[in-house]
Structures are given as structure tokens and as C-alpha cells.
């Protein structure tokens, strides 16, 4: 009797033709199977998704890292020697890219500044809205050319905003008598100078039309002994937020007019259009400061970079907690390269910087740097610049680093930002804004080790004219 119960019971859990089956059995197993075709088309979908979104992502990216070309001819040199002369002197020389680039009366001028017909108006509606067009002249919301040389920019996550701060040189550009022994090459028209102006601020939602929010750190009229005195130099400002204090924290180069001073100032404001006020400036840990930047990293930390000892190496310390000074940590990299204009930024945990050669207002070749830790040991991976011609990627598309910024939402992709600097007029100096990339495809052969590549790719590409991609999160449509 047990046995026979024993055997009705476990029938129960077989379905045999003929044989019964347990109403809720059939139910358990059809909602099983439901919720297993449910499972299995979820992930497909995120499967499907993640491609998807992985092919968007490679489209976009694509479209930014399009490799263009540049051509353009060099004019026959200018005058003939007289026979004597030539067989003194030999024949004149061509003219090299660089001397037509600081000649004013180049018949090149015009390619390299463009002129005011080309201009990038935002409040011009049609098929240039959004496009970049490194070179030209750019306006902001008010239709005037935008002043902020040497610049970085500052995200404010609670309004979405950007904050463009730089150099003013909306002044008269002179020639300062010659500097000290403190630039490595010094170019004839390097001397070239503008009284100080001050700090422009300028905010964006989209990074292409900008507003003008004024000068938030003017230059000083009157007291001669002032940092800000507009005798002397102000560049490269750049301004983080600090989270424990809330405040904005300005740090920029300061100098005499000879380059000797070689300090940072530093000034803060409760607001990102400020006005900031002026604290003081140093020589950090002791040392000649020239070009600089700030790096905010993802735990809070800020460091300070500067160009020393005569600009043959770059210097790299932690800042206090209150952004206000630094510690008396600090290291020496990049020793006896010769590098300025730092430009830094970081992806998937590794520190990346662009630097330029020391050829004052004079464009040169970039190169691309690499390391673990900000503190270093940075090692130079070579020319980041791809497409234009040589020409174009051994001057860095005629300009120098100043800033990299982040492009949200597209992880690895962002904008390099730098200066065309037009040292005969240096309030008409240009903005060179390309796309850079870090695991991009070689242009040049990379440094390598044993075989394998030390460091990812970074890559800035030329275009003549390019756009953020149509619906990127931070434009407005
Ligand atoms: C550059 C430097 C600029 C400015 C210029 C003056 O090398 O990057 O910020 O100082 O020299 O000649």
C-alpha cells in the first residue's frame, strides 16, 4: 500500500501520454518558460543595445577622427639679390612656413587669419551652426571677437554650464624690449606684448555660442607695484572649484614684462563669473614658474604643473585642500625636454598631457605624454597631431596647447583646445579647437617596448570644419 502510494506520488511530477497531469505543474512550467524567453529577450535587447550603442558610439567617433588633408603653396622669396650679393650671400633663401606665419605682409596671412568675412557668428542661423572652424575669428552673443587667450574651461554641474576663462588682449600689442635668458628660443617678435587687460569669463550650455560675462579679474591702473600692474604679464589662468570651501580658485602665470618674475598668482571668488579677488603670487616651491596649468583629479586633489628651470623641465605638486597654495610636495618630469603650455587630462586611470616646444609666439611640434601616477615617472609618446600635411602636424596646426576638455558622454573623445597666436596683433590671435581621442589609429611609429605599445594612442585630428555630433547631450537642439 505505501509502495503503491509511493509510486502515484512521483507519477505525479511525469506528464506521459495518457497519464494526468497537476493543473499547477503545467501552470509552474508555462511561467517558467515564459520568464525564460522574457530573460533571454531582455539581454538580447541589452545585447542589442549595448551594440548599438557601441556602433553610435564608433560612428560619432568616426566622423570626429576623419583624417583631412591641407595643401597650400609657398610664395616665391620675396625680392632678388644683385649678382654681387648672391655671390656674397648665395641666392636668397625660400622664406620657411614659420617666417611667412609671423610675417604680416605674408601673402599667406589670410590662410592663416582668415579675415572677418569667415567669421563664426553664433547668432547666425543655417548650415554653420555648431561647426568649429579652427582659425577663424569667433564671436560671442554680442557679435565681438571672443577674448580668451591661454584658456581652460570649468564645468558647473548644477546649472550645465561652461565657463571659458582667459587672457583679455583686447589691447595694443608692442614690442617689450628684449627678456633675460629665461626663454630657450627666443623669436624676433616673441618680445611681443599687451598691457594687462584682465580675465574674461565667458559661459556656455553647448560649448560653441558663448556669452560674455566680463572681465572677472581686471588688470591694476594704477599702483606700479601690483602683480596686476597692466605693465606686467598675466597668462594662462585657469580656475577650479574647490568642494570643502566652495569657492572658485584662480591660478595663473604672473610675470614682469622681461619673463624674470617667474610666478603664480592665485585668486578666488564665491562665483564662477566672480569677481575674483586677488591673493597674491609666489614662486612655487621655490622655483621659476612660467607656463602652467591646474589638473582637478576625480578624488578632489588638485595639482599645479609649471614650465622651470629656464623651461627646461615641468614641475608637478599637490595644491593644500583649499586650492589656495601649494604643499612642499613636489617632482621634477619631462627633465631637460623643454616643454610648456602643459595641457593635462586623464582616461581610464591614466594621466595624458600635450606640451608644446619653448618658441614664444612662434608655433612648434606638440607631443603627447603618459603616466600612472600625476607625480610621475611621464613618458613622451611622440606627435599626438594627425592629418593637415607635415607642415601642418609639426606646427600643431600653427598653435600652441592650452587646455583638454572632457566631451560628456563620449569616453575617450574630447576637445583640444589651443591658441594660433598672432604675435603682430595678439588680440586677433585665434582658437584652434580639435578633436582628440586617446586609442586611436598611429600616424607616426610609437614608442615601443619589448614589442608593445607603453601607452594608448593619443591623437588629435585636423579638420578644417567639424561639429560636436548632432544630438550630443550637451547641445541644445
Ligand atoms: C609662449 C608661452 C605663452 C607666452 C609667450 C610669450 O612660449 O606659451 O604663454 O608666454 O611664450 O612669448
Known sequence: MKMRNKQRKSSAFCCNAGS???????????????????????????????????????????????????????????GRRSPRAVKRRGPRKPPSVIDEFLDDSSELRNFFFPDRRTVIDPSREGNDSMHYYPGRQWLDTDGNPIQAHGGGLLYVESTATYYWYGENKDGETYHAHKRGAARVIVSAVSVNQVDIIGVSCYSSKDLWTWTNKGIVLPGEETNITH???????????????????GQYVMWMHIDDVNYTKASVGVAVSNSPTGPFEYLYSQRPHGCESRDMTIFKDEDGKAYLIYSSEDNSELHVGPLTDDYLDVTGVVRRILVGQHREAPALFKYEGTYYMITSGCTGWAPNRALAHAAESIM????TMGNPCVGGNRIF?????????????????????????????NPAELRDSRYVWLPLSVGGAADEPLEYNFGFPLWSRVSIYWHRRWRLPVGWKGVQT
Not at 610621475?376 to 613618458?379: D, T
Request: glycine residues 4%; proline residues 7%.
Open 227 to 245: 602683480d596686476l600692474h597692466k605693465s606686467n604679464v598675466l597668462e594662462r589662468p585657469k580656475v577650479v572649484y574647490n568642494d570643502r570651501t
Open 376 to 379: 610621475g615617472p611621464w613618458e
Open 393 to 421: 602636424r609639426t606646427t600643431t596646426f600653427f598653435s600652441q596647447s592650452t587646455f583638454v576638455v572632457p566631451i560628456m558622454g563620449l569616453p575617450g573623445s574630447f576637445i583640444f583646445m589651443a591658441d594660433r597666436w
Open 20 to 78: 494526468r497531469c497537476s493543473l499547477p505543474v503545467v501552470v509552474w512550467s508555462l511561467v517558467g518558460c515564459i520568464l525564460m524567453i522574457h530573460l533571454y529577450s531582455v539581454i538580447r535587447q541589452n545585447d542589442d543595445e549595448n551594440i548599438q550603442a557601441r556602433l553610435k558610439h564608433l560612428a560619432i567617433t568616426r566622423e570626429l577622427e576623419e583624417v583631412e588633408e591641407e595643401s597650400f603653396h609657398m610664395p616665391p622669396p620675396r
